[in-house]
């Protein structure tokens, strides 16, 4: 379905106006770069982004006797100020990517430390999932990335072998995006109902204000004979829980006996798209906003229903301070 919408985007932004051609040199690729966010990216107002100021600044910068080096680096710079770990600008030696989005934050998550302290190396995996039965039958699954595929065979599996527990910990901390199809996937093991998840706008234009009418989005639930999920469910997040796993955090606050627990993700909910410079150097970028059920824009991040840091003597003893507390919210403590 994503897919589809991303289609209709493009054809609706290239056929609103004309394309205008740039020179392959510095000054035409610049203005090329800037140009192709004035008129596609989609967080200008939320961010408060004045691109028009951020061209006056960067273009002084730029001149046709500089490296390809030193253009890289400028147009690299000027991405930055976007503060969007969804835009990124590629060539042969690198890609520019903007780090302070997770950086300047705690990591909040040591997956040796879950590893080895609750359940000294004696845990499964299936497919992308690593899972198992903490203390107090309390059942943990941690996937690592939603770019690594998950069938309806594994869920089964997994959700089978943690039947008897009395509640389970989805940890998607460092969990930096991937397919929305596993998203969904993970999702409908959670519901029994056709549910409304969240919207998607796309630009019809190249206005930064040029969106359209934000665009339901339902899951269903998995089909009969599949396992499901019925008991508390906690999900764990950090700021490293990114684009996709933002999504997913984002939707699972929104069901009834989920309880979000750790720090607030890394946002990065708009569906990225991918254009090219005349030089070839290619870009990607925030193009479509997605929203909550709600509809509130998550590109900030979504705040879990209880704040925890992992603390750092805490984990030298051998406890996770964000999973101790999940587990206790299960447990009803």
Same mark, same amino acid.
């Given at each position: 379905?994503?897919?589809?919408?991303?289609?209709?985007?493009?054809?609706?932004?290239?056929?609103?106006?004309?394309?205008?051609?740039?020179?392959?040199?510095?000054?035409?690729?610049?203005?090329?770069?800037?140009?192709?966010?004035?008129?596609?990216?989609?967080?200008?107002?939320?961010?408060?982004?004045?691109?028009?100021?951020?061209?006056?600044?960067?273009?002084?910068?730029?001149?046709?006797?500089?490296?390809?080096?030193?253009?890289?680096?400028?147009?690299?710079?000027?991405?930055?100020?976007?503060?969007?770990?969804?835009?990124?600008?590629?060539?042969?030696?690198?890609?520019?990517?903007?780090?302070?989005?997770?950086?300047?934050?705690?990591?909040?998550?040591?997956?040796?430390?879950?590893?080895?302290?609750?359940?000294?190396?004696?845990?499964?995996?299936?497919?992308?999932?690593?899972?198992?039965?903490?203390?107090?039958?309390?059942?943990?699954?941690?996937?690592?990335?939603?770019?690594?595929?998950?069938?309806?065979?594994?869920?089964?599996?997994?959700?089978?072998?943690?039947?008897?527990?009395?509640?389970?910990?989805?940890?998607?901390?460092?969990?930096?995006?991937?397919?929305?199809?596993?998203?969904?996937?993970?999702?409908?093991?959670?519901?029994?109902?056709?549910?409304?998840?969240?919207?998607?706008?796309?630009?019809?234009?190249?206005?930064?204000?040029?969106?359209?009418?934000?665009?339901?989005?339902?899951?269903? /639930?998995?089909?009969? +004979?599949?396992?499901?999920?019925?008991?508390?469910?906690?999900?764990?997040?950090? *700021? =490293? %829980?990114? $684009?996709?796993?933002?999504?997913?955090?984002?939707?699972?606050?929104?069901?009834?006996?989920?309880?979000?627990?750790?720090?607030?993700?890394?946002?990065?909910?708009?569906?990225?798209?991918?254009?090219?410079? /005349?030089?070839?150097? +290619?870009?990607?970028?925030?193009?479509?906003?997605?929203?909550?059920?709600?509809? *509130? =824009? %998550?590109? $900030?991040?979504?705040?879990?229903?209880?704040?925890?840091?992992?603390?750092?003597?805490?984990?030298?003893?051998?406890?996770?301070?964000?999973?101790?507390?999940?587990?206790?919210?299960?447990?009803?403590?």
């Amino acid at each position: 379905m994503y897919r589809y919408i991303l289609l209709i985007f493009f054809l609706l932004t290239v056929s609103c106006h004309g394309v205008e051609e740039y020179a392959d040199n510095a000054r035409g690729n610049f203005e090329a770069l800037w140009t192709i966010l004035d008129e596609h990216y989609c967080f200008f107002d939320e961010k408060g982004v004045d691109w028009d100021a951020v061209h006056d600044r960067y273009a002084p910068r730029v001149d046709d006797g500089m490296t390809p080096e030193e253009l890289f680096r400028v147009c690299s710079d000027m991405l930055d100020e976007l503060r969007d770990g969804h835009v990124n600008l590629s060539c042969a030696w690198g890609t520019s990517y903007y780090r302070a989005w997770w950086s300047d934050y705690p990591q909040n998550f040591s997956l040796r430390l879950i590893q080895q302290a609750y359940f000294d190396f004696s845990y499964s995996q299936s497919s992308g999932l690593m899972f198992g039965m903490l203390d107090d039958n309390v059942g943990y699954i941690y996937y690592s990335s939603f770019s690594n595929p998950i069938g309806d065979g594994n869920l089964d599996a997994v959700l089978l072998t943690l039947a008897s527990a009395t509640g389970l910990i989805i940890d998607v901390r460092d969990n930096g995006g991937g397919e929305l199809t596993n998203v969904e996937r993970l999702v409908s093991r959670f519901i029994t109902r056709p549910t409304l998840v969240g919207y998607i706008m796309h630009k019809t234009g190249p206005g930064h204000d040029d969106f359209s009418e934000p665009y339901p989005v339902t899951y269903r /639930p998995a089909a009969e +004979g599949r396992v499901r999920w019925g008991k508390p469910i906690v999900v764990l997040t950090n *700021r =490293s %829980t990114f $684009s996709a796993a933002n999504n997913f955090a984002a939707v699972m606050r929104g069901l009834p006996g989920v309880t979000l627990v750790g720090a607030t993700t890394g946002g990065g909910s708009g569906m990225p798209y991918s254009s090219e410079i /005349p030089c070839g150097w +290619g870009v990607r970028f925030s193009a479509c906003s997605m929203l909550d059920a709600e509809g *509130r =824009s %998550t590109e $900030s991040g979504v705040e879990p229903h209880v704040a925890v840091d992992l603390d750092p003597q805490d984990a030298l003893a051998g406890h996770d301070t964000i999973l101790d507390r999940a587990i206790a919210i299960i447990q009803g403590e």
